[in-house]
């Protein structure tokens, strides 16, 4: 894929957001579209780095892609349930992360807790460009 066409996607994206956003009935004739355009301009970024923020740039529009949304997950369960007794696991069935931080000092976190930038990506609104004067 081009730069060329690259920038006519951001660009057409850049649009249907403004009349998406504009669109106040249920039912948007301009959503279907704008929802392939997101996803084929996220699909770009996918093996980038999760924690980094980038700029997809058009001719007349640029939209940031947001780093990845952190998700965490408990891990070690068999150290957990060495930690907190079968009796209490049996109790909670599936730890929350809220009570892995409220029972563990918080120095062995990391223990049983896994967090990385695993989430979806998401783009900000579009803004529009501002053509340089010749």
Aim: glycine content about 4%.
């Amino acid at each position: 894929m081009t730069q060329e066409d690259r920038a006519s996607i951001i660009d057409e994206y850049g649009e249907l957001s403004e009349k998406v956003a504009a669109w106040k009935p249920t039912l948007c004739p301009y959503l279907q579209r704008f929802t392939e355009l997101k996803l084929k301009i996220l699909s770009w970024y996918e093996l980038e780095p999760a924690d980094q923020r980038f700029v997809a740039a058009g001719t007349r529009y640029k939209v940031a892609v947001k780093p990845r949304r952190r998700t965490r997950t408990v891990i070690n369960v068999e150290k957990l349930v060495k930690l907190f007794g079968l009796a209490k696991i049996a109790k909670l069935w599936e730890p929350t992360l809220g009570l892995i931080e409220k029972e563990v000092p918080a120095a062995d976190h990391d223990k049983y807790i896994k967090e990385e930038r695993t989430g979806p990506r998401e783009l900000d609104s579009p803004v529009r460009v501002i053509a340089e004067a010749p």
